[in-house]
Nanobody
Framework: QLQASGGGLVQAGGSLRLSCVVSRRTFISSVIAWFRQAPGKEREFVGR????????YYADSVKGRFIISRDNAKSTVYLQMNSLKVEDTAVYYC?????????????????WGQGTQVTVSS
């Protein structure tokens, strides 16, 4: 129901844009979030966007560098990552919260994409 793509290898300071294509049924009225998980670490909330794009919230660690947007016509959510740091290296997941709890807790998200690897080199 969710498919993330766009990961890759980039140098520190560079940019990447991740995409998450969501099935139409899941996309409508769902809050979509991005999480990431680095090796040996717990899954971390990155940011989330409401179905209308009126509410967007970011983790402090990415605020001012990452931008979340959604294209309702394409049922796609984007994560534009700028000024990337080595510590941004992780597998990035998109997830849907069909109850729209606006939570930052991964347990509130009931549908997950397969993840896409982002590696930032120094």
């Amino acid at each position: 129901q969710l498919q993330a793509s766009g990961g890759g290898l980039v140098q520190a300071g560079g940019s990447l844009r991740l995409s998450c294509v969501v099935s139409r049924r899941t996309f409508i009225s769902s809050v979509i979030a991005w999480f990431r998980q680095a090796p040996g670490k717990e899954r971390e909330f990155v940011g989330r966007i409401s179905w209308s794009s009126a509410s967007i919230y970011y983790a402090d660690s990415v605020k001012g560098r990452f931008i979340i947007s959604r294209d309702n016509a394409k049922s796609t959510v984007y994560l534009q990552m700028n000024s990337l740091k080595v510590e941004d290296t992780a597998v990035y997941y998109c997830a849907a919260d069909r109850r729209s709890t606006f939570s930052v807790d991964s347990r509130s998200y009931d549908s997950w994409g397969q993840g896409t690897q982002v590696t930032v080199s120094s």
